[in-house]
């Protein structure tokens, strides 16, 4: 387990002190997946960093499975990085080694042999999915086929916990859903525990189990991918969940009502029930479902009608047959 307390790390530059994170508290649980979101500079990258040290904080701790980083020596502090793995968007992978020394790379600094570490690292070759690759150099492979690499390297070493910092940003959707298929292969296989640092909410409802949604280099909210989806309570939630859902510029009147669909739901025709049920037209400003590991989810943004009484029946009908809804203002 990672435990985050009371971290704060500001950083003295030319023209001042900056602060890029202030009181940040959180706690990471083995075996999930942990999406921690939010805009350029809310302080994702350097909180990241701070998880395995790679920068100090100037205050508040990190403790990983019992251990404070801030109290270890420094051989015990880069004994405990070597659990900890790490990928990057630029992949940095070193262009002068092929496939196989690029994953063999941690198991030689760890001074493991080498029968056992080219053993270890065909077998995470094979995971994911190049074991056809080993010789081949980093400027023969696609953007995937790189980051699958840096993730075989960062778990090289028995790995328990894997950083991904903003890992999928330079891919293609497709390349970016492959990979994380990938993640979560081996968030169930290997029990490693996963935290996905990211601006895109796509990925953070494709893969995680819970987030925590970051503004200003604090922790706006903590909450689990569904509830953060269904009923984003801060207004960087709202953000960055609701951007592609703005209604069209024309419409000017009427409240809206934000459906949300998950699960079940989303595969039964609740607008055309609601609109047979309630007998009254309903007009659809903006509508987005997607199958997301097995499970369909989405929203819609209907504009309620102007006549009041059918406006109460299809509210009554919301909340009768129990389908999550909000006011919004987009």
């Known amino acids: 387990m990672i435990k985050i307390e009371n971290l704060s790390k500001t950083f003295r530059t030319a023209s001042g002190d900056f602060t890029a994170l202030s009181d940040v508290n959180l706690t990471i649980n083995d075996g999930e997946i942990f999406g921690i979101i939010g805009l350029s500079g809310a302080g994702k990258s350097t909180l990241v960093r701070c998880i395995n040290y790679l920068e100090i904080p100037t205050s508040g701790s990190v403790t990983i499975d019992g251990d404070e980083l801030g109290k270890l020596s420094k051989k015990a502090l880069l004994k405990k990085r070597q659990n900890i793995g790490m990928i990057f968007q630029s992949f940095n992978l070193l262009e002068q080694r092929n496939v196989l020394k690029n994953v063999c790379f941690p198991l030689e600094i760890a001074r493991v042999p080498k029968s056992t570490a080219i053993k270890r690292a065909r077998e995470l070759l094979e995971l994911v999915g190049l074991s056809d690759k080993e010789k081949s150099y980093p400027s ?4 995937g086929q790189k980051q699958r690499v840096a993730i075989a390297r960062a778990l090289a070493a028995e790995t328990k916990y894997l950083l991904c910092d903003e890992a999928t940003s330079a891919l293609d ?64 939630a709202r953000k960055l969940i609701l951007p592609s859902v703005n209604t069209a510029d024309e419409v000017k009147d009427g409240k809206r009502i934000r459906i949300v669909f998950d699960g079940e739901s989303s595969f039964k025709p609740v607008i055309a029930n609601l609109i047979l049920t309630c007998r009254t037209p309903l007009n ?22 102007d006549d009041p009484e059918a406006a109460e029946r299809v509210i009554n009908y919301l909340d009768e047959n129990k389908i999550q809804y909000s006011e919004t203002s987009t």
């Not at 023969?140 to 953007?143: E, K, N, R």
């Not at 859903?177 to 490693?192: P, Q, T």
């Not at 659809?284 to 309620?304: C, R, S, V």
Request: charged share 25%; with cysteine.
């Open 173 to 236: 959707p497709d390349t970016t859903g492959s990979i994380l298929e990938l993640m979560k292969k081996i968030n169930r296989e290997l029990g490693v525990t996963i935290i996905v640092i990211t601006h895109e909410m796509r990925v953070i409802e494709s893969i995680c189990d819970r987030a925590a949604v970051l503004d200003g280099g604090t922790v706006a909210e903590v909450r689990t991918v569904k509830e953060l989806f269904a009923s984003p309570k801060s207004d960087i």
């Open 284 to 305: 659809i400003l903006k509508a987005e479902t997607e199958d997301i590991g097995g499970t369909a989810h989405g929203q819609i943004i209907i504009q309620l009608p």
């Open 140 to 143: 023969q492979l696609s953007g």
